[in-house]
């Protein structure tokens, strides 16, 4: 066989030139998507000028879609709604740096599904490099988006600033939100805490994209002894870019100032039964239902362990007098069918 003829070090080599050979051609993908983008803005500069400048109606942009299939028809991408893309991606963006340092760095439909649903540039920017330094896929940014992401991201009540050191309290500080939107769980009024734990977990791979990019599951009622008693942590995480554990009590409804003096308990124990020398401090999140910032904030002021109060929300059942304005089945697949045809008319300008 051929493979008997294989000299030493072969596999080794072949493994090597796989991942140079992998990393290069995602290079040249990101080269001709950033030439793209730029070609993009520049044609869209130029429509966006000639319409300013000389008056060009609406109309104008179909006849210019036209000829340029016409005269490249081995091209796509110059739909009239793509050209209209270009025209809103340069007037969001009126400087090639910023382009080239933001949009550039994105697949085109990126760049579109911001353009229409983020107006704000600090904001739209702001998502630009999450969505560049994480990977999400395009309905991963939709979804960070619509869940309102960048208002809620570091906006729990911590202690952080006191109990970690600068570099690690900005991003421990920034790992956590408030809320957090558990928007693929229903549970009823009287679901208890057990209910909610259950229901995060069946939906797992939700809550770990909810919760953010750096935490891997350990487990949930992790069991600690201590002391000849038994505690059970209701969620264990470990966060690969704090290299810390995070501990997570769930509370079905307000926050109240015990639960700091518990949770310091908890922190207190991981640290010494579970954290490896090459670790940080453990960290904490209670998660509530309900919490008062001004309770909350004198709850976690003369704790040594570095801990944190967050709310969640839940998908609320419809009130009664709304749901027979709910669109029918009928409805719904006309509705779909209509924005399947958009979106193919769209996939097709790409």
């Not at 050979?21 to 730029?38: F, G, Y």
């Amino acid at each position: 066989m051929v493979r008997d003829l294989v000299p030493e070090g072969y596999d080794a080599l072949l493994g090597e030139l796989k991942v140079r050979i992998a990393e290069a051609r995602l290079r040249a993908t990101l080269v001709v998507n950033r030439e793209l983008v730029l070609l993009y803005w520049q044609i869209g500069r130029d429509i966006l000028a000639r319409q300013r400048e000389q008056g060009w109606g609406a109309k104008v942009i179909d006849r210019l879609a036209a000829d340029l299939r016409h005269e490249f028809p081995e091209m796509k991408g110059f739909s009239p709604r793509n050209l209209k893309y270009m025209r809103a991606l340069a007037e969001a963006y009126p400087d090639e740096l910023i382009v080239q340092q933001v949009a550039a760095q994105l697949p085109w439909f990126h760049t579109c599904t911001l353009l229409d649903k983020v107006k704000n540039l600090g904001e739209r920017e702001w998502y630009a490099e999450q969505a560049t330094e994480h990977g999400w896929s395009r309905n991963v940014l939709v979804h960070q988006i619509e869940s309102g992401l960048y208002q809620r991201q570091g906006q729990a009540v911590t202690n952080f600033a006191r109990t970690l050191p600068p570099a690690q309290s900005d991003l421990a500080q920034h790992m956590l939100k408030d809320p957090y939107v558990f928007d693929f769980l229903s549970l009823g009024p009287a679901a208890q805490e057990r209910d909610l734990e259950r229901a995060l977990l069946a939906h797992l791979r939700d809550f770990l994209l909810e919760l953010g990019v750096g935490f891997a599951f350990v487990g949930s009622q992790y069991h600690l002894e201590v002391g000849d008693q038994d505690f059970y942590l209701d969620l264990l995480f470990y966060h690969l870019r704090l290299r810390c554990y995070v501990v997570i009590d769930l509370k079905i409804g307000d926050f109240q100032p015990e639960y700091a003096g518990k949770m310091n308990f908890y922190l207190s124990a991981v640290n010494d039964l579970l954290r490896h020398p090459q670790d940080q401090p453990g960290i904490g999140i209670i998660l509530c239902k309900t919490r008062n910032r001004l309770i909350a904030e004198y709850a976690l002021r003369d704790m040594q362990a570095p801990m944190g109060v967050a709310t969640y929300r839940l998908t609320e059942a419809l009130p009664e007098a709304l749901r027979g304005s709910l669109p029918n089945i009928a409805e719904l697949e006309a509705t779909l069918a209509e924005a399947d045809a958009d979106l193919g008319e769209q996939h097709t300008g790409e």
